[in-house]
């Protein structure tokens, strides 16, 4: 099966031109870089939801634009398990290269058999510099 014709006019050896491969490559690249970026929010996004979900808060904070939380603050939270962490709502705005979900994350205290349930609004942004994704919002409130 041939990808292109066999005969085009000023063309006599059958293959494509210059500019078609041109065209081409500049096409595979755009499309590559796109997934590329895609693929680096994914990756963010869920190794931040699996910190969070296994309780390595810590981890978490190192996802912040460079503004990590006092260590008292992740220390008040290990005795918190959760036990769901469920993407609600996403919204993009790929211009501004920013993101904006809505997470329901359900937990508990050990030693209370009460499960709690915090809707977390996160809003991250594209880091060139860092050429990561971060977030903007601090850790989950777990009361």
Known sequence: MRLW???RPGNATGKP???ILA???CLL???C???SALMKRTESLRAYQSAVRWGDFNQAAAFHDGVSPPRRATDRLR???VTSYNVVSQREDKAQQTLHQTVEIRYHYIGQPTEKMVVDE???HYDA???DWVIDTPLPNFE
């Open 5 to 7: 014709p066999t005969t």
């Open 17 to 19: 031109s210059l500019p």
């Open 23 to 25: 065209s081409a490559a």
């Open 29 to 31: 690249l755009a499309a």
């Open 33 to 35: 870089a796109h997934d």
């Open 79 to 81: 005795d918190v398990r």
């Open 122 to 124: 996160q809003d991250w």
């Open 129 to 131: 510099q860092r050429q």
